[in-house]
């Protein structure tokens, strides 16, 4: 019976020192990663990947309808799935070209809304999901690959100076435009 005790120790504190090297090692690698922002601007319909400052790519967007706006605040990513179920009031919508959610689901901390693809690439650019932010199959794999569990999210409703020097200057095209002026 000692025998059996003095391997149980022995395995735990092993286990221990193994535990310890991993969450060290995770630690290190979570330092060495430089800090990354995901930061959509809901009134140019844009969602750009900040990292240490410094925009890596900007996609664009479809955003909350009016009726149902995408909320405003800062976030996180809190879930990553390939090719999702969709579910909604007793119905679920298997992973394929029926799929609302597309290709990628990237959940938020705000219960319920994330960042997807979809079966309608048409809506890109308008005021036209249930609140999520919406992006071309292929724009939302790609950003798949760039954001991690725990990366900031923040979404603006109105611009901001850094949501200019991000997304550039706002664009008033001038009312004889329509006239061919």
């Not at 790519?57 to 800062?74: L, N, R, W, Y």
């Not at 603006?156 to 095209?173: C, D, K, N, Q, W």
């Amino acid at each position: 019976m000692l025998k059996t005790e003095d391997q149980f120790r022995k395995l735990a504190a092993l286990t221990g020192v193994m535990l310890m090297a991993a969450a060290e090692a995770l630690a290190q690698e979570n330092q060495a990663r430089p800090a990354r922002r995901v930061v959509v601007s809901l009134a140019d319909r844009k969602l750009a990947v900040v990292e240490a400052g410094h925009v890596v790519k900007v996609f664009s967007t479809a955003v909350g309808a009016e009726q149902s706006p995408s909320p405003v605040g800062s976030f996180r990513i809190i879930q990553r799935v390939s090719n999702p179920a969709w579910y909604t009031k007793g119905k679920i919508v298997p992973p394929g070209k029926g799929n609302p959610l597309g290709t990628r689901w990237v959940g938020l901390s705000a219960k319920g809304y994330g960042i997807h693809g979809t079966n309608a690439p048409d809506s890109i650019g308008h005021n036209a999901s249930h609140g999520c932010i919406r992006m071309r199959n292929h724009d939302v794999e790609q950003l798949f690959e760039m954001v991690a569990v725990g990366d900031a999210v923040e979404l603006y409703s109105e611009r901001t100076p850094e949501l200019e020097r991000i997304f550039g200057p706002v664009l008033i095209a001038h009312a004889g435009a329509a006239d061919g002026e």
